[in-house]
């Protein structure tokens, strides 16, 4: 299980992955695609990463936070496919939120956190397609929402 063994020399931990909290559900497999809903930012200890880019929070900050949102959809993707990563066979798409001011630019270098977490686990078939959008609200204040589209095997 390569995937499993770059987790381990990442020194990734993934969070428990959580259960939705309103009228959908965490992942949906269509055929060979598995769909990752949104992945709020929250730190190790599980609590809420909060904040706006451009205001309160750096971007170095906000890396960070995405790169969280990062190991929470691998969570919930271990999680679907009973805890065997192998079943993954690309990341196809990320697409980034970010909590951030009118004069914010850098949502990319933010977003960033997430594709290169998903890179250092899945390797080249952790090359995707992305989108980095700046929005002036996330749920419950957080600073970076990423959802996910992966191909399976």
């Known amino acids: ?20 909290v309103g009228s959908y ?18 730190d190790a200890s599980g609590n809420l990463i909060k904040g706006k880019l451009g205001k309160n929070l750096t971007t170095e900050e906000g890396y960070e936070a995405a790169a969280r949102c990062a190991l929470s959809i691998i969570s919930q993707a ?14 196809i798409k990320l697409t ?10 850098d949502q990319p270098k933010v977003i960033n956190g997430a594709s ?14 992305r989108a980095a959008v700046s929005t002036n609200s996330l749920p419950l204040g957080v600073a970076v929402e990423v959802d996910a589209i992966f191909e399976l095997n």
Do not use: W
């Open 96 to 105: 980034g939120f970010v909590n951030s001011t009118d004069d914010f630019t």
């Open 116 to 129: 290169d977490t998903i890179a250092k686990v899945f390797d080249d078939n952790g090359m995707h397609a």
């Open 78 to 91: 271990k999680k679907h496919l009973s805890n065997d990563l192998s079943k993954i066979k690309n990341c």
């Open 25 to 42: 559900v965490a992942t949906k497999e269509v055929g060979k695609i598995l769909y990752i809903s949104g992945q709020i930012s929250m």
């Open 1 to 20: 299980m390569k995937f499993e063994e770059n987790l381990k020399k990442n020194k990734f931990n993934l969070p428990k992955a959580a259960d939705p």
